[in-house]
Protein backbone atom coordinates (compact mmCIF):
# COMPACT_ATOMS: atom_id res chain seq x y z
CA UNK A 1 0.00 0.00 0.00
CA UNK A 2 1.28 3.74 -0.93
CA UNK A 3 1.61 5.31 2.41
CA UNK A 4 4.53 8.51 3.80
CA UNK A 5 5.56 8.08 7.39
CA UNK A 6 6.93 11.11 9.41
CA UNK A 7 8.11 9.07 12.65
CA UNK A 8 8.90 12.16 14.40
CA UNK A 9 5.34 13.97 15.53
CA UNK A 10 6.94 16.79 17.74
CA UNK A 11 10.64 18.20 17.34
CA UNK A 12 11.75 20.76 19.25
CA UNK A 13 14.87 23.15 18.50
CA UNK A 14 16.63 25.64 19.77
CA UNK A 15 17.20 28.54 17.74
CA UNK A 16 20.40 28.51 15.28
CA UNK A 17 20.16 24.98 15.92
CA UNK A 18 20.48 22.38 12.56
CA UNK A 19 17.04 20.64 11.94
CA UNK A 20 16.34 17.41 10.41
CA UNK A 21 12.88 16.53 9.69
CA UNK A 22 12.16 12.50 8.18
CA UNK A 23 9.74 11.33 5.94
CA UNK A 24 9.99 7.75 4.51
CA UNK A 25 7.41 6.45 1.92
CA UNK A 26 6.09 3.75 0.36
CA UNK A 27 5.18 3.99 -3.35
CA UNK A 28 5.48 1.06 -6.35
CA UNK A 29 7.73 3.19 -8.24
CA UNK A 30 9.69 6.85 -7.25
CA UNK A 31 7.26 9.27 -7.19
CA UNK A 32 7.17 12.89 -6.87
CA UNK A 33 7.81 13.92 -3.53
CA UNK A 34 7.02 17.22 -1.67
CA UNK A 35 7.98 18.86 1.56
CA UNK A 36 4.76 21.83 2.84
CA UNK A 37 4.74 23.76 5.90
CA UNK A 38 1.31 25.30 7.59
CA UNK A 39 1.73 27.88 10.09
CA UNK A 40 -1.17 27.74 12.89
CA UNK A 41 -4.59 28.52 10.68
CA UNK A 42 -3.19 29.06 7.56
CA UNK A 43 -2.99 27.01 4.68
CA UNK A 44 -0.29 24.91 3.07
CA UNK A 45 2.77 26.28 1.32
CA UNK A 46 5.05 24.32 -0.86
CA UNK A 47 8.70 24.57 0.52
CA UNK A 48 10.23 22.73 -2.31
CA UNK A 49 10.02 19.42 -4.41
CA UNK A 50 11.44 16.98 -6.02
CA UNK A 51 10.50 15.58 -9.89
CA UNK A 52 14.38 14.21 -11.08
CA UNK A 53 17.54 14.62 -11.54
CA UNK A 54 20.20 15.94 -8.25
CA UNK A 55 18.60 14.30 -5.44
CA UNK A 56 19.48 17.54 -3.22
CA UNK A 57 17.21 20.28 -3.76
CA UNK A 58 17.09 23.37 -2.25
CA UNK A 59 13.77 25.05 -1.49
CA UNK A 60 12.34 28.68 0.09
CA UNK A 61 13.31 29.94 3.17
CA UNK A 62 16.69 28.42 3.17
CA UNK A 63 15.35 24.64 3.37
CA UNK A 64 16.94 21.26 1.25
CA UNK A 65 15.78 18.12 0.90
CA UNK A 66 17.98 14.76 0.21
CA UNK A 67 15.87 12.14 -1.68
CA UNK A 68 17.81 8.51 -1.15
CA UNK A 69 16.22 6.37 -3.30
CA UNK A 70 17.73 3.33 -1.40
CA UNK A 71 16.27 4.32 1.92
CA UNK A 72 12.94 5.15 0.16
CA UNK A 73 13.43 8.55 2.12
CA UNK A 74 12.70 12.48 1.56
CA UNK A 75 14.18 14.31 4.92
CA UNK A 76 13.88 17.68 5.00
CA UNK A 77 16.78 19.58 6.43
CA UNK A 78 17.72 23.55 7.47
CA UNK A 79 21.01 24.64 8.81
CA UNK A 80 20.36 27.31 11.06
CA UNK A 81 16.53 27.59 12.27
CA UNK A 82 14.96 30.56 12.82
CA UNK A 83 11.80 31.13 15.52
CA UNK A 84 9.62 32.16 12.54
CA UNK A 85 10.10 28.35 11.11
CA UNK A 86 7.89 27.24 13.79
CA UNK A 87 5.08 25.48 12.27
CA UNK A 88 3.89 22.14 11.15
CA UNK A 89 5.61 20.61 8.11
CA UNK A 90 4.02 17.48 6.16
CA UNK A 91 5.94 15.41 3.62
CA UNK A 92 3.95 14.13 0.18
CA UNK A 93 4.66 12.45 -2.39
CA UNK A 94 2.64 11.79 -5.93
CA UNK A 95 2.26 9.74 -9.00
CA UNK A 96 4.28 10.65 -11.73
CA UNK A 97 2.79 12.22 -14.63
CA UNK A 98 -0.39 13.51 -12.00
CA UNK A 99 -0.16 14.81 -8.69
CA UNK A 100 -4.03 14.93 -8.32
CA UNK A 101 -4.05 12.15 -5.72
CA UNK A 102 -0.72 13.00 -3.27
CA UNK A 103 -0.39 11.42 -0.34
CA UNK A 104 0.59 13.38 2.89
CA UNK A 105 2.06 12.12 6.18
CA UNK A 106 0.77 12.97 9.18
CA UNK A 107 3.24 16.04 9.76
CA UNK A 108 5.78 17.07 12.03
CA UNK A 109 5.14 19.60 14.10
CA UNK A 110 8.67 21.82 15.04
CA UNK A 111 8.63 23.89 18.17
CA UNK A 112 11.65 26.38 18.67
CA UNK A 113 13.21 27.48 21.85
CA UNK A 114 14.43 31.18 21.84
CA UNK B 1 0.52 34.81 -11.26
CA UNK B 2 -2.55 31.91 -10.08
CA UNK B 3 -4.02 33.06 -7.09
CA UNK B 4 -6.59 30.70 -4.79
CA UNK B 5 -9.24 32.04 -2.10
CA UNK B 6 -11.63 30.45 0.23
CA UNK B 7 -14.63 31.50 1.73
CA UNK B 8 -15.15 31.80 4.51
CA UNK B 9 -12.52 32.17 6.52
CA UNK B 10 -13.78 31.13 9.71
CA UNK B 11 -17.74 29.06 10.03
CA UNK B 12 -19.81 28.66 13.30
CA UNK B 13 -22.91 26.59 12.43
CA UNK B 14 -25.18 24.33 13.97
CA UNK B 15 -25.94 20.70 13.68
CA UNK B 16 -28.12 20.26 10.70
CA UNK B 17 -27.59 23.15 9.15
CA UNK B 18 -26.33 23.51 5.71
CA UNK B 19 -23.16 24.16 4.32
CA UNK B 20 -21.72 25.84 1.29
CA UNK B 21 -17.54 27.06 0.98
CA UNK B 22 -16.43 28.22 -2.32
CA UNK B 23 -12.83 28.34 -4.05
CA UNK B 24 -11.49 30.06 -6.61
CA UNK B 25 -8.80 30.15 -8.71
CA UNK B 26 -7.58 33.05 -10.69
CA UNK B 27 -4.79 32.85 -13.27
CA UNK B 28 -5.32 29.98 -14.81
CA UNK B 29 -7.49 27.90 -16.85
CA UNK B 30 -8.92 24.50 -17.07
CA UNK B 31 -7.14 23.91 -13.34
CA UNK B 32 -7.54 20.45 -11.61
CA UNK B 33 -8.99 21.04 -7.94
CA UNK B 34 -9.23 19.66 -4.78
CA UNK B 35 -11.03 19.78 -1.51
CA UNK B 36 -8.99 18.31 1.39
CA UNK B 37 -10.42 18.13 5.31
CA UNK B 38 -7.56 18.54 8.03
CA UNK B 39 -9.14 17.22 11.39
CA UNK B 40 -7.51 18.71 14.70
CA UNK B 41 -3.73 16.92 15.47
CA UNK B 42 -4.66 14.85 11.96
CA UNK B 43 -2.87 14.60 8.52
CA UNK B 44 -4.28 15.85 5.21
CA UNK B 45 -7.21 13.62 3.71
CA UNK B 46 -8.77 14.17 0.20
CA UNK B 47 -12.36 14.42 -0.16
CA UNK B 48 -13.18 15.53 -3.50
CA UNK B 49 -11.43 16.46 -6.95
CA UNK B 50 -12.05 17.64 -10.02
CA UNK B 51 -10.19 18.09 -13.15
CA UNK B 52 -13.22 19.78 -15.38
CA UNK B 53 -16.68 21.11 -15.35
CA UNK B 54 -19.37 18.93 -13.77
CA UNK B 55 -16.62 16.62 -13.05
CA UNK B 56 -16.95 15.39 -9.55
CA UNK B 57 -14.75 12.38 -7.73
CA UNK B 58 -15.18 11.58 -4.47
CA UNK B 59 -12.90 9.77 -2.37
CA UNK B 60 -14.62 8.85 0.93
CA UNK B 61 -18.08 8.52 1.62
CA UNK B 62 -19.24 10.92 3.48
CA UNK B 63 -21.59 14.06 4.64
CA UNK B 64 -20.26 15.97 2.31
CA UNK B 65 -20.76 17.01 -1.72
CA UNK B 66 -18.72 19.31 -4.05
CA UNK B 67 -19.54 20.60 -7.53
CA UNK B 68 -17.50 22.95 -10.03
CA UNK B 69 -20.56 25.16 -11.44
CA UNK B 70 -17.46 27.19 -13.68
CA UNK B 71 -14.11 26.50 -14.75
CA UNK B 72 -12.26 27.97 -11.81
CA UNK B 73 -14.43 27.64 -8.84
CA UNK B 74 -15.09 24.89 -6.67
CA UNK B 75 -17.99 24.47 -3.98
CA UNK B 76 -17.87 22.05 -1.02
CA UNK B 77 -21.38 21.41 0.68
CA UNK B 78 -23.68 19.68 2.85
CA UNK B 79 -27.46 19.74 3.58
CA UNK B 80 -26.93 18.79 7.14
CA UNK B 81 -23.93 19.26 8.89
CA UNK B 82 -22.60 16.58 11.77
CA UNK B 83 -20.47 17.46 14.66
CA UNK B 84 -18.03 15.22 12.97
CA UNK B 85 -18.01 17.29 10.13
CA UNK B 86 -15.85 20.26 11.68
CA UNK B 87 -12.28 20.84 10.81
CA UNK B 88 -10.04 22.75 8.45
CA UNK B 89 -11.00 22.92 4.70
CA UNK B 90 -8.65 23.47 2.31
CA UNK B 91 -8.88 23.78 -1.60
CA UNK B 92 -6.31 23.31 -3.41
CA UNK B 93 -5.26 23.72 -7.60
CA UNK B 94 -2.72 22.41 -10.18
CA UNK B 95 -2.44 23.42 -13.57
CA UNK B 96 -3.73 20.74 -16.16
CA UNK B 97 -0.50 18.56 -17.02
CA UNK B 98 1.26 20.00 -14.24
CA UNK B 99 2.99 18.49 -10.98
CA UNK B 100 2.75 20.56 -8.17
CA UNK B 101 -0.40 21.52 -5.74
CA UNK B 102 -1.22 24.89 -4.57
CA UNK B 103 -3.43 25.40 -1.00
CA UNK B 104 -5.59 28.17 -0.29
CA UNK B 105 -6.02 29.78 3.38
CA UNK B 106 -8.35 26.92 4.80
CA UNK B 107 -11.50 27.78 6.00
CA UNK B 108 -12.39 26.93 9.46
CA UNK B 109 -15.63 24.68 10.01
CA UNK B 110 -17.02 24.18 13.70
CA UNK B 111 -20.19 22.74 13.77
CA UNK B 112 -22.00 23.34 17.21
Known amino acids: AQSVTQPDIHITVSEGASLELRCNYS??????LFWYVQSPGQGLQLLLKYFSGDTLVQGIKGFEAEFKRSQSSFNLRKPSVHWSDAAEYFCAVGPRGSSYKLIFGSGTRLLVRP | SQTIHQWPATLVQPVGSPLSLECTVE??????LYWYRQAAGRGLQLLFYSVGIGQISSEVPQNLSASRPQDRQFILSSKKLLLSDSGFYLC???????????FGEGSWLTVV
Open chain 1, 27 to 32: YGATPY
Open chain 2, 92 to 102: AWHRDRGNTIY
Open chain 2, 27 to 32: GTSNPN
